[in-house]
């Protein structure tokens, strides 16, 4: 009998724009057509797991929606370092931005760097070879972020240079993303892309998911 090929484990790992409303909870793992929600995970999964279905890829999504990085790396051992990841990607930062234009309780992007590093560290210390994926937050001038926008642009920079040097630093693939919405503003208003200035529309979705698959595809190949 034909063995069968170990599975490579690829884990999506942040906030809302990963979790896409799914499924939580170890009692609904059963329920194999909401584990991944809606959104970048889920397409990802999708092309290439119909791709490459003699590769054994098995996706997970932990995405939690509003997790800061803080509270990305509270749930860290049960929800990344148990699931012992092959590849790991990580989207997050805009909650943080959000937080401290709210109530103050963001991290600054000193100490964003600082939780992603001890994030990244764990993952190496567990398993070197994990290869990993850092997507860049953005934020577009939309809905609710249109008013006050420059507040957001001036929140979110600092984090998506952190974000890259986090990356350059650990020799992960970063995923740039916010200079990519902007060029589409010359095909499409913001809003068809981002509908709130934060969350991806499916088209928006769509964008996140090809600029995974052209940066960071050669890891799944």
Request: aromatic residues 10%.
């Amino acid at each position: 009998m034909e063995r069968k090929k170990a599975e490579k484990i690829v884990l999506f790992q942040g906030d809302s724009i990963t979790d896409g409303g799914r499924l939580k909870g170890k009692e609904n793992e059963w329920d194999l057509n909401h584990q991944m929600g809606h959104g970048y995970a889920f397409l990802i999964n999708a092309a290439m797991g119909c791709r490459y279905p003699e590769k054994n890829l098995r996706f997970y999504n932990r995405g939690v929606s509003g997790n800061r990085i803080a509270d990305l790396y509270g749930r860290w051992k049960e929800d990344t370092l148990c699931l012992k990841p092959d590849v790991l990607s990580v989207f997050v930062g805009i909650n943080d931005c959000g937080s401290t234009l709210n109530d103050g309780a963001g991290s600054s992007p000193e100490r964003f760097e600082k939780i992603y590093q001890m994030m990244l560290d764990e993952v190496l210390q567990q398993n070197p070879e994990t290869r990993i994926v850092l997507c860049e937050p953005f934020v577009m001038p939309v809905g609710a972020r249109k008013e006050d926008f420059a507040s957001w642009k001036k929140l979110i920079e600092p984090l998506q240079e952190k974000t890259r040097a986090v990356a350059e630093k650990n020799r992960a693939v970063f995923v740039p993303l916010q200079a990519k919405f902007q060029e589409l503003l010359s095909v499409r208003e913001a809003e068809y892309w981002i509908w709130d200035g934060v969350h991806p529309t499916v088209c928006g979705h769509q964008v996140i998911a090809q600029q995974w698959l052209d940066y960071a595809g050669e890891l799944l190949d």
